[in-house]
C-alpha cells in the first residue's frame, strides 16, 4: 500500500508512538474514519474503520521539531498527538500536530511541526494496532 495517497485521511487522527532507533524512526499512527468507497485500492480498516499502522523511516538524516534540528532521539512528550497535516514528498515526512494530554497529566494546548527526512519511508499496515496499545 502507497500510504502518500492516504495521507489526506490522516487529519483529525493520530500519532499514538514514537519510536527511535539509531538511523531508524517507527510512528503508529491511525487515521480519521475512513470510508470505504473513498478509497482507491482494498485496505484491509480496523474494527472503528480507520487506516492503522506504522511508518517506517530508514536511514533518518534529519529529525526537525519546527525548525529546530534535533540532536536526540524524537519521543513522544505528551499522551497524543492530533495529526492536523501528513505529507510525504520525496524521503520527506512532515507532521503537523496538535498535542493533548489526559487526566492526570496537566492540559497542554501546543502546536508542532515535525520533518523527518530518510533514504527509506515505507507503511505496515496493521489494523489491529489499537488492541496492542
Known amino acids: 500500500m502507497n500510504i502518500s495517497e ?5 487529519h483529525d487522527g493520530s500519532l499514538v508512538e514514537i519510536e527511535h532507533k539509531n538511523d ?3 510512528l503508529s499512527m491511525s487515521s480519521a474514519e475512513v470510508d470505504e468507497t473513498d ?15 506504522k511508518l ?25 498527538g492530533q ?7 520525496d524521503n520527506t515526512v512532515s507532521l503537523a500536530l496538535r498535542w493533548v494530554n489526559y487526566p492526570p497529566r496537566p492540559d497542554v494546548n501546543i502546536f508542532s511541526v515535525i520533518t523527518i527526512e530518510g533514504r ?11 488492541d496492542g496499545l
Open 83 to 89: 495529526i492536523i497535516i501528513f505529507e510525504i514528498i
Open 6 to 10: 492516504y495521507t489526506g485521511f490522516f
Open 39 to 53: 478509497l482507491k485500492e482494498p485496505v484491509e480498516l480496523s474494527k472503528n474503520d480507520r487506516i492503522l499502522g
Open 56 to 80: 517506517h523511516i530508514e536511514g533518518v538524516i534529519s529529525v526537525k521539531i519546527g525548525d529546530r534540528l534535533l540532536a536526540d532521539p524524537l519521543i513522544k512528550e505528551y499522551d497524543n
Open 120 to 130: 527509506s519511508i515505507y507503511w505496515e499496515s496493521i489494523p489491529d494496532l489499537e
Open 24 to 26: 531508524k524512526i517507527e
